[in-house]
């Protein structure tokens, strides 16, 4: 594992926008895992500058979301598909049929997930996934429970990243109590993992799982220690405990 950490979120973000153009620039049809959440987006504005400045080709990525809200459709403005068009595909040149987040208003949405993991797999497995990380350890939205699904599948929400993810919505009854995620097996086979946390309210997770002492399925990102090539980029906020 290697461990990261940028003076801020700028840099984090650019840190991060790196290694992805490196990997694209070495293997142009690149199947990109894509994460959601206020983290990554400074890494897709990098990415976007890139396109726009350098000429960075999107024209043979694939990408794979992490997760979608269960019940929204692609056009809801709440919708992790609208997230994903609003701050990345509609500024770069990727085909629209070469990004995938998972459905939220399948019918059958465990059937759908082995259907979306095979989807995957088809195209040669995920070059490289981009994460973040709940404050509680969360990772796509696999929760912390007593077991943790491996494959792509609904599941509920804990009451904490309701909380936390209410911030995006009107009021905290507008979110969504469940969700599509990519399960952990669908993640750890991703060849490399960038994982990124920033900010005071992940200091205390990233303290706990950079202890690096145990894997635990109460803290689901801890399962990532057993992967053989994450990256950890944090800015000093959220490193502070790890560098204690
Ligand atoms: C959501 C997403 C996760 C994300 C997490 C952290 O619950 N499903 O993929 O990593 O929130 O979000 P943020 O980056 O806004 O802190």
Redesign the pocket.
Known sequence: MEILVEKDYKNMSKKAAFLIREAIKEKPDLILGL???????GTYEELIRMHKEEGLDFSKVTTFN??EYYGLSPEDSQS?RYFMEDTLFKHINIKKENTHVPDGLVKEPNEYGKIYDKMIEEQGGIDIQI?????NG????NEPDDELILSTHLTG?TED?IE??S??FDSIDKVPTT?I?MGLGTIMKAKKIIL????K??TEIMGELLKGEKVSTKLPASLLLLHPDVTIIMDEEAAELYKK
């Open positions: 994460a959601t959440g206020s983290t990554p987006i992490l997760d992790y994460l973040g990380i709940g404050r969360h990772i796509a939205f929400l990243t936390a993810n911030r995006f969700a995620t990124m946390a920033n900010g309210n992940k």
